[in-house]
T-cell receptor
Framework: GAVVSQHPSRVICKSGTSVKIECRSL??????MFWYRQFPKQSLMLMAT?????????EQGVEKDKFLINHASLTLSTLTVTSAHPEDSSFYIC????????????FGAGTRLSVL | QKEVEQNSGPLSVPEGAIASLNCTYS??????FFWYRQYSGKSPELIMS????GDKEDGRFTAQLNKASQYVSLLIRDSQPSDSATYLC???????????FGKGTKLSVIP
């Protein structure tokens, strides 16, 4: 299957700092990428849909000024958690949608964010 | 609102048995259906995709789709302890970019 690379895999930061997470589709172009958040023992929660060259579409309740998304190219989307607080600690997972028939979504390995 | 329903489990099966995972969806116009496996602390990985009614087999896995009943299932033959994970059913509606995920069924294969 297609490969989606997500970095970093784990980050620990102090409250008030910003953290950038990168998501790259390595062997296919992804005009659409998705960012999810998952708390322990809970299901995936879609945060936003990222389209190359345009503004991201955020789900209800997700603060766009706190979770900045930039989809600068067909293979790269970034999520920046600004002024992180302990309640932002979670597992963040990106997903890239293939443009091949079937339009399968492939997931990155996820980033575990811990805010102290 | 589009919904995807799964039994949360846990579903426990002995090693070597067939595990049957079920999923129903509310959007009758849904076109694409996926099963993902998620190990604890890891991200989801694609197991199967299915787009038309009937069965689709890949190794020990068989996906079954019945659009009339709005039902999709995943069978795992000769279950192994390494199959122990949470299985997520995902559905994409017609003309939609997004997948709607079920909450997942936790499968435990007992050695």
């Amino acid at each position: 299957g297609a490969v989606v690379s997500q970095h970093p895999s784990r980050v620990i930061c102090k409250s008030g700092t910003s953290v950038k997470i990168e998501c790259r589709s390595l062997d296919f172009q992804a005009t659409t990428m998705f960012w999810y958040r998952q708390f322990p023992k809970q299901s995936l929660m879609l945060m936003a849909t990222s389209n190359e060259g345009s503004k991201a579409t955020y789900e209800q309740g997700v603060e766009k000024d706190k979770f900045l998304i930039n989809h600068a190219s067909l293979t790269l989307s970034t999520l920046t958690v600004t002024s992180a607080h302990p309640e932002d600690s979670s597992f963040y997972i990106c997903s890239a949608r293939s443009t091949s028939p079937g339009y399968i979504q492939y997931f990155g390995a996820g980033t575990r964010l811990s805010v102290l | 609102q589009k919904e995807v329903e799964q039994n949360s489990g846990p579903l426990s099966v002995p090693e070597g048995a067939i595990a049957s995972l079920n999923c129903t969806y509310s959007d009758r116009g849904s076109q694409s259906f996926f099963w993902y496996r998620q190990y604890s602390g890891k991200s989801p990985e694609l197991i199967m995709s299915i787009y038309s009614n009937g069965d689709k087999e890949d190794g020990r896995f068989t996906a079954q789709l019945n659009k009339a009943s709005q039902y999709v299932s995943l069978l795992i033959r000769d279950s192994q302890p390494s199959d122990s994970a949470t299985y997520l059913c995902a559905v994409r509606g017609a003309g939609s970019y997004q997948l709607t995920f079920g909450k997942g069924t936790k499968l435990s294969v007992i050695p």
